[in-house]
């Protein structure tokens, strides 16, 4: 599947005032392709991610899923895992699932299958309570594969761990990209993990949020963080960089 987002605008209009969040925005993302979303604060990074969800609808333009007459399968995964309390990680890995009616041993053996993906094996029983931050994150990565989606959305899954946890995070899930090659659209502030991650990285800039630069990171998708690989890495970084740089420091002026 290919999913194509044509034009798209969106203006959030409240009682004190009007933002123009997004503008113009055009980009495909290729089937099995990997998308990163950078740009500073406010550029319209989540609202973008919401919009191809369909969590949010555009204020203009579309968004077409090619490829397909069934409407697409979509799974989302915020930073903020909700995983219900009262059930289990299997019970919660499973939820989509049986949401759509799956068979008893379609549940039983891709609710086994994913979360032995994301090392949570042995942990099936356990609830989300006795579970550190990485592990429900990676609950939660599970939930999501186990519907097998056509496009998987991911906001900052990892923003909300200690800089040890995120690393870990990271390289896992490339591992687990690189067995399942789903189509992604990964939303960071973190330019290593965009050079990191990405096929192509999707730079915003803000006020109205419009696409600076798309770069295609033309590096093997393993050991690109290997010293042999540090120059090219650094290099990626830092033009990545030299186009967020004036809008960041204006953010944060800002607040
Ligand atoms: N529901 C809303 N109502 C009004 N304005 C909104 C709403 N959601 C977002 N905005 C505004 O739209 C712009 C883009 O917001 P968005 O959260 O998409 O940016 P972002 O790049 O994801 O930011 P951050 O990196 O800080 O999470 C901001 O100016 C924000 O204040």
Not at 73 to 81: K, M, R, S, T
Request: aromatic fraction near 8%; proline fraction near 4%.
């Amino acid at each position: 599947m290919r999913i194509v987002v044509e034009n798209v605008a969106k203006t959030f209009i409240d009682s004190k005032r009007e933002v123009t969040a997004l503008q113009n925005i055009n980009f495909s993302i290729e089937n099995q392709e990997f998308i990163v979303l950078v740009g500073p604060s406010g550029c319209g990074k989540s609202t973008l991610l919401n919009i191809v969800g369909g969590l949010l609808s555009p204020s203009d333009g579309s968004i077409y899923f090619e490829g397909t007459n069934d409407k697409p399968n979509l799974a989302i995964v915020f930073q903020e895992i909700a995983l219900f309390p009262w059930r289990t990680v299997f019970e919660n890995v499973v939820y989509g699932l049986e949401e759509k009616g799956a068979s008893k041993q379609e549940i039983q053996e891709k609710g086994q299958h994913y979360i032995n993906m994301v090392g949570l094996n042995g942990f099936e029983k356990a609830y989300p309570k006795q579970l550190s931050g990485g592990m429900k994150q990676r609950a939660g990565i599970a939930r999501a594969l186990c519907i097998e989606p056509d496009l998987l959305l991911m906001d900052e899954p990892f923003s909300a761990l200690d800089a040890q946890t995120r690393t870990l995070m990271q390289e896992e899930l490339l591992t687990i990209w690189n067995r399942t090659k789903l189509s992604t659209l990964y939303v960071t502030h973190n330019i290593q993990e965009a050079v990191y991650l990405a096929d192509r990285v999707i730079v915003l800039s803000r006020h109205p949020g419009t696409i600076k630069q798309i770069i295609q990171i033309d590096m093997p998708k393993t050991g690109r963080d290997s010293v042999q690989n540090r120059e090219q890495f650094e290099k990626y970084s830092n033009q990545i960089w030299d186009l967020i740089r004036h809008d960041a420091q204006e953010a944060l002026l800002e607040g």
